[in-house]
C-alpha cells in the first residue's frame, strides 16, 4: 500500500507540472513570436544620419560652373543675367539686349537691322567676341570671305582685338545707291579703341559698303561687302589715306 500511495504522489506531482506547462505556454509563445518579429525590424539610422548623408549628396550634386574666358575679354553669354543689362560696347547709351545684342542673337532682328545697325553690331560683336555674327554679316563677294567657315572663324578669333577695349562706335553717315536687289549703302564711322595695358587710344575712320545677297541668304540682311580706312582727321587738317585703305574689317 506504501507503494501505491508513492506512485499517486509521483502522478500528482506529473500533473500538476503538466498543469503549469500548459499555463506557461501562451507566455512562451507570445514571447517567441516577439523575438521572432524583432529580429525582422530593419534597423533605422538616426534622423542625424539621414540629415548629414543628405547634405553630402547635395553637396556632391552641385557642380561649379566655370565661365571661360577668351583673350582679355569673356565670351558673350545668351542676353540673361547680368549681360542683359549692361551697356552696349557700341556707344549708344542703351542696354546690350536692346540695342546690339538682339541683332547678334535674333535672325529676324539681323534681317531688319539698317546698315548703321549693322556696323554698330560688327563692332560690338568684336567687343563681345561674337565670331559667328562677324563671319554671318560678311557678304559672300568680300574678297576675304571663305569658303571654309570654321578656317574663317578661327582666323577672325585669332586677331580679334583682344588687346583692347571697346567702348565707340561713332557713325558719321549713311547713304544709300541704287534700288531694289541692286541697291548698296555705305556707312562712314569712327571706331575708337583703348589699349587695355597702357589705357592709350586709337581710333580709325572707315566706310563699310553693305549689299544685300539675296532673301536665300541672313533672310535678305544688310552684309558686309568691303571697307575703306582712313586715320581720323586732326582738327583743322584734310583726311590723309591709311596705308592699308582698303577691307580694314573681315
Not at 565661365?67 to 565670351?75: I, T
Not at 549681360?83 to 539681323?110: Q, R, T, W
Not at 581720323?232 to 591709311?242: A, F, I, L, S
Request: hydrophobic content about 35%; overall charge negative.
Amino acid at each position: 500500500s506504501m507503494r501505491l500511495q508513492i506512485n499517486r504522489k509521483q502522478l500528482k506531482a506529473v500533473m500538476m507540472s503538466r498543469s503549469t506547462l500548459l499555463l506557461l505556454l501562451p507566455t512562451l509563445l507570445v514571447t517567441t513570436s516577439m523575438v521572432q518579429v524583432c529580429a525582422f525590424i530593419p534597423h533605422q539610422p538616426s534622423s542625424l544620419a539621414i540629415s548629414t548623408t543628405l547634405s553630402a549628396k547635395k553637396g556632391a550634386s552641385k557642380k561649379k560652373k566655370k565661365v571661360r574666358g577668351v583673350g582679355n575679354r569673356q565670351r558673350s553669354t545668351s542676353g540673361f543675367g547680368g549681360a542683359a543689362v549692361e551697356d552696349c560696347p557700341c556707344g549708344s547709351g542703351l542696354e546690350y539686349m536692346k540695342c546690339c545684342g538682339i541683332i547678334h542673337k535674333n535672325a529676324e532682328s539681323f534681317a531688319k537691322a539698317t546698315p548703321e545697325q549693322i556696323v554698330r553690331a560688327r563692332y560690338s560683336a568684336y567687343a563681345k567676341r561674337e565670331i559667328d555674327f562677324i563671319v554671318g554679316s560678311v557678304h559672300p563677294l568680300n574678297e576675304k570671305f571663305q569658303a571654309d567657315i570654321d578656317q574663317m572663324k578661327h582666323d577672325i578669333e585669332i586677331n580679334c582685338y583682344d588687346n583692347f577695349e571697346l567702348k565707340e562706335c561713332n557713325i558719321i553717315e549713311e547713304t544709300f545707291e541704287g534700288e531694289g536687289e541692286q541697291q548698296i549703302a555705305k556707312v562712314k564711322f569712327i571706331a575708337t579703341m583703348t589699349q587695355v595695358d597702357s589705357k592709350e587710344k586709337t581710333a580709325f575712320m572707315e566706310t563699310s559698303t553693305f549689299a544685300r545677297a539675296g532673301k536665300h541668304i541672313r533672310q535678305g540682311a544688310w552684309l558686309y561687302r568691303e571697307g575703306e580706312v582712313v586715320s581720323v582727321p586732326t582738327d583743322g587738317g584734310d583726311e590723309e589715306d591709311d596705308d592699308e585703305s582698303n577691307d580694314g574689317e573681315e
